[in-house]
């Protein structure tokens, strides 16, 4: 099962509360951050003992989490048997994208009449907060989109469908974008008019809007590798 953002999310503030939460839980979530952060690059072999270090647990709970991870698609073993981000090139990516498209679109219109109005209105106000971040903060970023996502494909209904685009969001989140920060204004407008659709519970509209937001990256990815 792939695990939203939202839990990896309050797994994080739990950390930062010192409320209890296991060794393993730990290691996940510092595991996790390091990926979304790119300091953990994709393809390279990762050595448990320095991560083990780095992290502050001994090597069994770091390799539950490495196991949690790799179940998520995060994590691939090589020839060797060591664990790797997985790198997800160019083709796979927009591959991905298309089917996104397709399945995110049809989640966002099933998902307008199961959204609470107070759901909305707090991933607006955090997407506001990114927005006027100075500097570019990249895993507010990340996070933010995550939660307009997760607003629709967690609320659409369809549990195969919510287990499909999980997995797909996590194969292009690991795609490394150059120049992410010039996706902010685009992302932030674009999420924008999702939110108006999900808010006003409007299936046509929000099929459109996600739709066109996921051609956008397409186009973006296709001209930053030219």
Known sequence: MHKSLST?????TDLGRNMP?????KAYTSLFAMIQERRLPGGVPLVEQQL?????VSRTPLRSALQRLEMEGL???DANKSYVVRKVELKE?????????????EAA????????PESIEKVRANLHVVQAKRPYDMISHW?????????FILNCGNQIMTGMLQSLRVTTNL???EKLSERLEPDSKQHERILDALEARDGKAARRAVAAHIRSLFQFAVRAVK
């Open 8 to 12: 990896i999310n309050q797994l994080s």
């Open 175 to 177: 795609f490394e974008i």
């Open 75 to 77: 994590l691939n073993k």
């Open 143 to 151: 996070r933010s989109d995550d939660e307009v996502h997760d607003l």
């Open 109 to 116: 219109a099933l998902a307008v009449d199961r959204i609470a």
């Open 52 to 56: 083990a270090s780095l992290i502050g």
């Open 21 to 25: 939460v296991t060794l393993s839980d």
């Open 93 to 105: 990516y927009l591959q991905s994208l298309r089917v996104r498209e397709l399945l995110e679109a």
